[in-house]
């Protein structure tokens, strides 16, 4: 079992930053590649991007790749979300999962952030 908290939400204006964190707790987090997800009013729940457990591949959304970067520490079982230059559409709940194989095993509770324009 895994649990997960995300924080680091909050309210910025366009073209400003935030850094999501993802803290886990149970078993061996850094055995666990972890996704990043986001989900608008009204929209579907869509990816955003990906680290593998070692940290050495990440994978971006197209909607967020050279703007976001994703980096964990798996000392401090711990993954982080820079977002910068944000959009009002990068507004959403952020949601961070980990799996150990193809299906994303557990989920956080999300974070909510707001870009105002």
């Known amino acids: 079992q895994v649990q997960l908290v995300e924080s680091g939400g909050g309210l910025v204006q366009a073209g400003g930053s935030l850094r999501l964190s993802c803290a886990a707790s149970g078993r061996a987090f850094s055995r666990y590649s972890t996704g990043w997800f986001r989900q608008a009013p009204g929209k579907e729940r869509e990816f955003v991007g990906y680290?593998?457990?070692?940290?050495?591949?990440?994978s971006y959304a197209d909607s967020v790749k050279g703007r976001f970067t994703i980096s964990r520490d798996n000392a401090k079982n711990t993954v982080y979300l820079q977002m910068n230059s944000l959009k009002p559409e990068d507004t959403a709940v952020y949601y961070c999962?980990?799996?150990?194989?193809?299906?994303?095993?557990?989920w956080g509770q999300g974070t909510q952030v707001t870009v105002s324009s």
């Open positions: 680290i593998s457990w070692g940290g050495d591949v990440t």
């Open positions: 999962a980990v799996r150990a194989g193809v299906k994303y095993d557990y």
